[in-house]
């Protein structure tokens, strides 16, 4: 339990420091160094050549890392006008999408009313003068949608080791977003400083919590472990209030508790075989 805290901090951490670097390199820029250096990361941790890629073993890589990619680079992007917290709360529809449409049981219907008022608190349409960006919004909700399918495909590598399949994802996801970033940023991705800060920000972000998922889930049910990582856009949101001074309503506080509340009734009354994610974005 202490390992999928300390992976839910990292990713926080990491992503509230990943913001710094908006100023620089834009999110698109910052997109690229995190998930770029990650992949670089993971490749010389775990060295996926060790292990055999069939054909279809590669082809069930490609849209997984594609979503991941399309995952991280419209998280980001939304991450550039709204706080992160609400972002992540937002993003956190996806898996719980996945685990009530896979359920069907009649109670899922309460998950997706409680959800359905988090989002319609967060939702720009005027009744908050402190109403959030609706491009930021979309591009969460877009982000959301990658971690459903994110999700769905990932359960098609689930035979793979998962250091194997993470680290390949993560380079077909690197393979996607790198162009966006460097039309974006140019030369200023290969900034000394830009770089380091980068890696650092690649190390929390990712190789760091993956390292502690894989071992949280080898200690704990599949459904102590989704109820945990509901805790995430709570956590997020707490940590940038120090990192990024992003001071939330009482509001947008409740509607965080909602989509908290909706992830973990999900999880309590979904199939066992069909839940909340298993991994952490990211």
């Given at each position: 339990?202490?390992?999928?805290l ?47 890629l ?31 917290g609400l ?25 997706v009313?409680?959800a ?12 908050d003068v402190r ?22 495909f ?25 162009p ?7 030369a200023a991705?290969l ?22 998922e ?26 940038a209030?120090p990192m ?11 509607a ?25 974005p990211?």
């Amino acid at each position: 339990m202490l390992a999928v805290l300390g992976a839910i901090v990292a990713l926080g951490v990491g992503s509230s420091a990943a913001k710094q670097l908006f100023p620089v390199v834009g999110a698109q820029g910052t997109t690229a160094l995190r998930v770029g250096l990650s992949a670089l990361v993971l490749v010389l941790l775990w060295r996926p050549w060790r292990w055999p890629l069939t054909r279809a073993d590669a082809a069930a890589v490609v849209p997984y890392g594609l979503t991941l990619g399309g995952m991280n680079l419209l998280f980001y992007l939304s991450i550039r006008t709204i706080p992160l917290g609400l972002a992540t709360a937002i993003e956190f529809l996806g898996p719980m999408a996945v685990a009530v449409l896979t359920s069907r049981r009649a109670v899922d219907f309460l998950w997706v009313a409680v959800a359905a008022v988090g989002l319609g608190l967060l939702l720009p349409f005027g009744h908050d003068v402190r109403s959030l960006d609706p491009v930021g919004v979309l591009y969460a909700i877009g982000a959301a949608t990658c971690w459903g399918l994110y999700i769905f495909f990932g359960k098609r590598t689930g035979h793979l080791h998962a250091g194997h399949s993470v680290t390949l994802g993560l380079v077909v996801a690197s393979i996607l977003v790198l162009p966006f970033g460097i039309a974006h940023a140019g030369a200023a991705l290969l900034d000394s400083k830009v770089l380091l800060f980068g890696l650092g920000v690649a190390v929390v972000s990712s190789a760091i919590p993956v390292s502690l998922e894989m071992v949280a889930l080898k200690r704990l049910s599949h459904e102590t472990y989704s109820i945990m990582v509901s805790m995430e856009p709570g956590v997020l949101a707490l940590i940038a209030i120090p990192m990024l001074d992003e001071h939330l309503s009482i509001i947008q506080w409740f509607a965080i508790a909602c989509t908290m509340l909706a992830s973990v009734g999900s999880t309590l009354t979904a199939r066992r075989d069909h839940g909340l994610p298993e991994a952490l974005p990211g």
